[in-house]
């Protein structure tokens, strides 16, 4: 049988040649992990793509094995060995360079990119077909280095549904960098109108304008404590108020004394049941936190103030103890069972169907929502953190890429209702109706594999800045000017202490071009003066929000230069000691921003 699929799918494909960027080879793997390999010809595009030769590797759906475990495709010009010059980029920014003898690492869906340079050649690798189904992947065995997508066909969990489509963008000179593989993408969603700048898309949109210059700044109104506890028992685990709306008002006020104008304020935690409590419901609002009532006070007092107020919601979770819940509404799974997603507080969390969230719920909770009186950018939980689930309920099965076209709709409506749609991390699946993510990626992938990952370089960032507004490229960086030395409000401590040092995360912070973002520091604290540090800083910066990040490189052990699009430079400086550019010092662990020369402007 798999002689017959693959003679089927190799037979008008299988070519040899000595041009860069000919051939690739296919590797399926089954269920018993036997795998099988083929040469398949990459064919040059007539036209060139953004000034760059194009080589592509199509397979349509017919060849594409149904009961097959993965499907790699690899680049036979991305191959290394240990010890030879080059690099790969994976779509989270896991920098790779060919120093092990074994090792493999990979990322889950971020961005349908990667990127390499060996001795033979340099391309950015953009995946336009199946992409929804595709990780990024590179291993060494025996120091033999090799990068590729990876298709993962039994989790489709439908037939494949378009055909796997591999663009190679060709990258000579300066463009041979993980920003130029950045750039590529990012001129590719630009050019089809997937997304548009910033700076175009807050005309006439007030509310945008405000959350592009203003920190951002959630607190988390309730909780339920669950460290030490079987998660088994999580649903019997009571809220705990930790401000009450009254207290939140008190920290509004605290924020304004001490000098920050341009805040918006997100409540989380102040719907029925608490954070992570019975989603979808949101209503009614608990009586302990001070009711609806004291909730839309403390909305008027903070827009009084100055602030723009929003909240934290979640599509994406639904708890078998909310009210609406009904297991012919939910997702379901390929064995006909509701879909499971994790325990929450809440308890039992099923993942839900976008297809019944637009049909069914976020009307009604934007109406809920408007009569809160809120004027800031809606954040909606957990959308951007994973690719879509499938859907396998016979009243409404979706597969990936349809159930991203549901939460397109969803997210729109948000934005159609208050002016922007916010969500957790940098998924890039549905970033034409994005505006801000709270973090990229949750943690480095040199803390989980630190001998084969070298570093994290800001590829999200180059492809996003000046069109999606972060928060910071990690988890870590949320809080970034405070020290990370408690466990109090942290959901995760270990992943919140990557990087080593607040001032490592906070020079991070705005190494990637982030937005400054507080979330479980002490709000009852009369100390601000570490969000006013940040908020400072970022007053100077935010102007950056409106460019793009065109170049990023080191240019010395723990120093890296960062260029933006209207001709600024930054410098920052990790070292111990000050730093010297451009006749200007960089004091340690700090940096510096250096606008365009006079020459510059001219040329």
């Given amino acids: 049988m798999m002689k017959k699929i693959l003679s089927g799918f190799f037979a008008a494909m ?32 007539a036209e060139k793509m953004g000034g760059k030769e194009v080589y592509r590797v ?50 889950l869906r971020r961005m349908p990119l990667m990127g390499f340079k060996t001795p033979r050649g340099s391309a950015a690798i953009v995946i336009k077909g199946l992409d929804l189904e595709a990780d990024t992947a590179a291993e060494s065995v025996n120091g033999n280095y090799a990068l590729f997508p990876r298709f993962k066909i039994q989790d489709i969990h439908f037939d494949p549904y378009e055909d796997i489509v591999i663009d190679y963008y060709k990258l000579d000179g300066e463009d041979a960098t993980y920003a130029g593989v950045g750039r590529v993408y990012r001129d590719y969603q630009l050019s089809r109108g997937e997304v548009r700048p910033l700076v175009e898309r807050v005309k006439g949109n007030k509310t945008l304008k405000r959350a592009a210059e203003s920190i951002y700044v959630r607190v988390k109104f309730s909780t339920r404590v669950r460290r030490g506890v079987h998660h088994s028992k999580w649903a019997d685990i009571p809220m705990t108020v930790q401000y009450t709306f009254e207290e939140g ?146 009243l409404h099965p979706n597969n990936r890429k349809q159930m991203a076209d549901w939460q397109r709709k969803v997210s729109q409506k948000y934005i159609d209702a208050f002016g922007g749609f916010s969500s957790e991390c940098g998924v890039d699946h549905i970033a034409g109706v994005t505006d801000y993510a709270l ?9 989980r594999n630190p001998k084969f990952v070298k570093t994290m370089v800001p590829l999200w960032q180059v492809v996003y800045h000046g069109i999606i507004l972060s928060g910071g490229p990690f988890y870590a960086t949320i809080d970034a000017s405070y020290p990370h030395d408690t466990e109090k409000f942290s959901d995760s401590y270990k992943s919140f202490n990557y990087l080593g040092s607040n001032e490592n995360r906070y ?56 260029k933006y699009s209207n001709g600024e430079e930054m410098v920052c400086n990790y070292r111990e000691t000050p730093f010297e550019y451009n006749g200007k010092t960089v004091k340690a662990k700090s940096f510096e921003l250096y606008s365009p020369s006079f020459w510059s402007k001219i040329f």
């Fill in 14 to 45: 299988v070519a040899v040649s000595a041009f860069a960027f000919d051939t690739a080879t296919v590797r399926i793997t089954m269920p018993d992990k036997k795998t099988t390999t083929r040469q398949v010809k990459m064919v040059k595009l």
């Fill in 58 to 107: 199509q397979i349509p759906v017919r060849d594409i094995p149904r009961e097959a475990l993965f499907l790699d495709v690899i680049a036979d010009d991305s191959r290394a060995k240990k010890g030879e010059e080059g690099w790969y980029v994976l779509a989270d920014g896991s920098f790779i360079e060919f120093t092990q003898d074994k090792g493999e690492h990979s990322c």
């Fill in 249 to 394: 008002r008190q920290a509004l006020d605290r924020i304004k004394k001490a000098g920050m104008d341009d805040v918006e304020f997100c409540f989380v935690g102040w719907q029925k049941g608490g954070h992570d409590g019975p989603y979808p419901d949101l209503f009614p609002i608990p009586e302990e936190l001070g009711g609806e009532k004291g909730m839309i006070e403390t909305i008027n007092f903070g827009k009084k103030l100055g602030f723009q107020m929003t909240l934290h919601g979640n599509n994406h979770d639904a708890v078998q103890s909310s009210s609406r819940y009904n297991k012919w509404d939910v997702a379901w799974d390929v064995k006909g069972n509701e879909y499971k997603y994790t325990m929450l507080p809440g308890g039992q969390v099923y993942f839900t169907c976008f297809q019944i969230v637009n049909d069914r719920w976020v009307d009604e909770d934007i109406e809920g929502i408007k009569r809160l009186g809120i004027d800031g950018v809606m954040h909606v939980d957990v959308t951007t953190a994973r690719k879509p689930t499938t859907c396998n309920n016979p």
């Fill in 439 to 447: 973090y990229i990626v949750w943690e480095g992938g040199d803390a």
């Fill in 507 to 562: 020079l991070k912070m705005i190494e990637f071009g982030g937005r400054p973002s507080f979330y479980y520091i002490d709000y009852k604290s009369k100390d601000y003066s570490p969000m006013k540090r940040a908020y400072d800083d970022y007053m100077k910066l935010r102007h950056l929000q409106y460019f793009f990040m065109e170049d990023h490189r080191e240019i010395a052990k723990d120093v890296f230069l960062v």
